[in-house]
């Protein structure tokens, strides 16, 4: 019988289960091992590679061996992240022509996507081989903080896969599925991440049967590979102590103390010393070959890497200030990713939260189990468990007077469908074109622009008589579509949302960042902008009413309204609120004033 499965697909590692009877299980690879390096490569002779194999080769072809593409989904070349990867990588990138990144291996150009498409592909084939059954459906997880662009180029490695990917999920929620049996009561939960590259602290709100992530927050450069960097650094440090010599050029040298300092960060959680012995390391000027070795304890490497793992808790007081919660009102804490093994993370976290964290599960393998069971819950094997994420910025369209209505709000529960009406804003208006925008800022125009559609072809009406319905749908993935729809006609036209315009995580942060600092500033330029439009409406008035009866003004009253308009129109220009204000009262005035000098015209002729 087909199996269903659940892939966690890490920066560093991934891993694969599936449900066996109640339980979920982890596939091995036929090396083996529990968790796929997530890296891929091309060897001389043209064959791929994956996983152990190419992590063994990585050194002698580091050019063709991609490693950390998730880094790269859905980024732009130009980002930030993008750049910084590049100290970091041994193979090269380049950009594609809508701006995204992409990687080059053995000479061709490959999106991430479709490199993780591959690793996806060997996923898929290693479970079959195990399991002995066709794979049905699957669910991967991404970060929580992963964008639409994020999400849907992970499907789309799924599809390149030819795996049938009935939902995304995030792996804190994936996290907390695994543990669902322990997780008795309602409240807050904090899901604390330390994986490879990446951190990420979220917390989880459970009622019953429903998970709803409500902060998260993250560093998507510290990880295990952080902590190994520290002791490499310490060993080259001892190294130039012994010998005098600094080693940090030598590629080969880097990397056997690479492989090294992992093994003894690894070693170190298990025991209170390690002992590193590297032999034949360097040949000396006077021939002689010389051999590291030397003692590490525990002590010593939190001394080391205390830093990294302050930065990690200074997060989760960000994340809990976030939602006003103070450290007591979290239920329990899961620990996830490989490096929250380190056995000084679980005391931090007892003492900041003051109980002991979940770690029953092996945190390397936690998110996949999640994954799993919510494969079979989807196929309502499991007692029905409702997942919600939240939308990570708000969504909705641009309006007049450069106005950002909102139609869905920021931290909304996905699946969601919304729907707002609109209508004309000029006499017998054709077209009205949909401008779809992500972002907090009331001013449309200060928000990222995710695209553009026009309705054609509505019919004559005069303004504000059409209605016109926008509607935004976000699936259970978090893909967004966007229609509109004229109510009288049935006329509709819609679009899915470019996976290019993506945001990246840090860019969503300083958005809400940004709309937090602007808010008064924007909630004025809006107001300015609308009491424009009003006068530059009651101007068009004024003036068409004064000058088809001219004739009807005394001198006096000519040259006042004149001045008047001729102040408006000066004002129009500027952007003095109070000014404006002013105006728009003389403006009301005299309009009365026209249109009761205009009635006793007409009273006269009755
Ligand atoms: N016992 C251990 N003690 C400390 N660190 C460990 C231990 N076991 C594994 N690690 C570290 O965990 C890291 C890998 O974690 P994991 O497999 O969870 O990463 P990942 O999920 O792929 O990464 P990311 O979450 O960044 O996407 C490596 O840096 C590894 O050295
Ligand atoms: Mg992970």
Redesign the pocket.
């Known amino acids: 019988m087909p199996k269903n499965i659940g892939i966690?697909l890490?920066?560093?590692?991934?891993?694969v289960s599936y449900v066996e009877g109640k339980e979920p299980e982890i596939i091995p690879t036929p090396e083996g091992s529990r968790?796929i390096p997530?890296i891929v490569a091309i060897k001389k002779d043209g064959t791929r590679i994956f996983g152990n194999i190419a992590k063994r080769q990585m050194i002698t072809n580091s050019k063709n061996t991609i490693f950390a593409v998730?880094r790269l989904i859905g980024r732009k070349y130009d980002s930030a992240e993008v750049k910084e990867m590049k100290k970091r990588i041994g193979y090269e990138l380049t950009p594609a022509e809508n701006g995204d990144v992409k990687v080059i291996m053995r000479g061709e150009s490959y999106s991430p996507e479709e490199i993780s498409g591959m690793l996806l592909s060997y996923i898929h084939q290693i479970s079959a081989d195990y399991l002995g059954e066709e794979i049905r459906d699957v669910v991967i997880t991404v970060?929580a903080f992963f964008n639409d662009a994020q999400r849907q180029a992970t499907k789309v490695a799924g599809e390149i896969a030819r795996l049938n990917v009935t939902r995304i999920i995030n792996?804190p929620t994936a996290a907390l599925i695994a543990y669902r049996n322990k997780i008795v009561k309602d409240g807050l939960y904090a899901v604390y991440?330390?994986?490879?590259?990446?951190?990420?602290i979220s917390i989880v709100e459970v009622i019953g049967d429903i998970y709803k992530d409500v902060s998260t927050l993250g560093d998507t450069f510290l990880?295990?590979?952080d902590?190994?960097l520290q002791i490499i650094n310490w060993i080259f440090n001892e190294i130039e102590k012994e010998i005098n010599i600094d080693l940090r050029d030598d590629k080969n040298i880097i990397q056997r103390i690479s492989q090294i300092a992992?093994k003894t960060?690894?070693e170190?959680?298990?025991n209170q010393e390690a002992m590193i012995s590297i032999p034949y390391l360097y040949q000396l000027k006077d021939g002689t070959n010389y051999h590291f070795q030397k003692k590490l304890t525990r002590v010593e490497l939190e001394h080391l890497t205390f830093g990294l793992i302050e930065r990690t808790i200074e997060l989760i007081n960000y994340a809990l200030k976030d939602i006003n919660i103070k450290p007591d009102k979290i239920e329990r804490t899961i620990l996830?990713?490989?490096?929250?093994?380190?056995p000084i993370i679980s005391k931090k976290i007892t003492e900041l939260f003051g109980k002991e964290p979940f770690k029953d599960l092996n945190?390397?393998e936690v998110?996949a189990q999640g994954a799993a069971i919510q494969s079979e819950i989807i196929k309502g094997k499991v007692k029905d468990l409702l997942l919600l994420d939240v939308t990570p910025l708000s969504l909705g369209v641009e309006t007049k007077g450069d106005v950002f209505t909102k139609i869905i709000e920021r931290n909304s529960t996905i699946p969601i469908k919304k729907s707002m009406t609109f209508t004309t804003i000029a006499d017998n208006q054709r077209t009205v074109k949909i401008h779809v925008l992500q972002g907090e800022r009331e001013v449309a125009s200060e928000n990222k622009s995710l695209g553009y559609f026009n309705l054609i072809g509505i019919p004559l009406a005069p303004k504000g008589i059409p209605q016109i319905e926008v509607t935004f749908e976000i699936d259970a993935d978090g893909i967004v579509k966007v229609s509109a729809i004229d109510k009288k006609t049935g006329l509709s036209q819609s679009m899915k949302i470019n996976p290019a315009s993506g945001l990246a995580p840090e860019e969503i942060e300083e958005i809400i960042k940004e709309a937090k600092e602007y808010q008064q500033h924007d909630k004025e330029r809006v107001e300015l902008n609308k009491l424009k439009i009003k006068l530059k409406e009651e101007y068009n008035t004024v003036k068409q009413f004064f000058t088809s009866y001219v004739d009807k003004f005394s001198n006096m009253e000519k040259d006042e309204i004149s001045s008047l308009l001729y102040r408006v129109e000066n004002e129009l220009n500027k952007d003095n609120i109070d000014a404006i204000k002013k105006l728009l009262n003389q403006l009301e005035t005299v309009r009365l004033q026209i249109n009761n000098i205009l009635m006793k015209e007409f009273e006269t002729w009755g």
């Open positions: 966690d890490g920066t560093t590692n991934s891993c968790v997530s998730k970060p792996e991440d330390l994986g490879g590259g990446t951190f990420d990880g295990g590979n902590f190994d992992e960060k690894i170190l959680s298990f996830v990713g490989g490096q929250s093994r380190m945190p390397e998110v």
